[in-house]
């Protein structure tokens, strides 16, 4: 068993590598403990992304639905033939992610069937689903098992994942837009998006940004550097969209080269060494 679980582990890690190089760098920054931990996590919420958002040809709410039993099945069994299944019900179990944080994130992937257009509640209902509880996952493999930490840690934990997930919606316009025909920011004009809006939008992240970087502070060391490159990473990504017109992020993906990458994380790791964080 230890051997075909080491083996699933395996494969998210390479679902990580093979789908983010900016995730896969931050990820190699955690202590050796954490890392197929949160490779774990990483492929399970990437797979059921991947259910809604490209498998256009495929009965999407089939594979869903059967996703999610799947995803009960394996945690209450605690196996699956599914290697991405198996490595995260590994981890739910020894690290007791709440499934109330798995159901609320796959609600969040049910919304992205048929869901296009979001109010406000509907908005900040798919960012908890879709980001702060995978924050709360992550947190609780960090804190290893200290629910005081946890506690402590959590209203931090959902900032971060907010803030990232606002950020890949205007990084994503283009696609969201006209591709999938979805916008996620409430009462969205594609027709009408301009500087105006958009820096409405950016003073809002900036404000998850400030809580979650006290948060980061505060992780164990163990932790700390590889969420700080991935703050760092969208903090860059950020201030890119901040310096690009709404025309032009509306129509094309606004990237940060893979060199830009390296250089960020050997800023990182160079702050972190000597406690500048």
Known sequence: MKLYTDVTYECSKLVTTNYSTSFSLGVSLLHKDFIMPIHAIYGFVRFADEI???????????????????????INEKISLNPILHCFQDTVNKYHIDIELIDTFLRS??????KTMYNQEGYEEYILGSAEVVGLM?????VEGDEKKYQELKPDAMKLGSAFQ?????????????????????GFDANNFNDKVKKEIEADIQQDFDAALRGIKKLPRKARLGVYL?????????????????????????????????ILFAGSYLKHSFNMI
């Open 109 to 114: 992937m049910e919304m992205d069937l048929d």
């Open 52 to 74: 809604v958002d490209t498998f256009h040809t495929a009965d999407k709410k089939m594979l869903l639905d059967r996703f999610i039993k799947d995803t009960h099945n394996a």
């Open 166 to 186: 606002k950020i890949n919606f205007l990084r994503d316009l283009k696609a969201d837009v006209h591709t999938l025909g979805r916008s996620y920011f409430p």
């Open 138 to 142: 992550c947190l609780r493999i960090f």
């Open 230 to 262: 991935a703050y760092v990473y969208y903090i860059s990504l950020f201030n890119k969209i901040q310096d690009t017109p709404a025309e032009k992020v509306i129509q094309s993906r606004i990237r940060i080269p893979d060199f830009k990458k390296y």
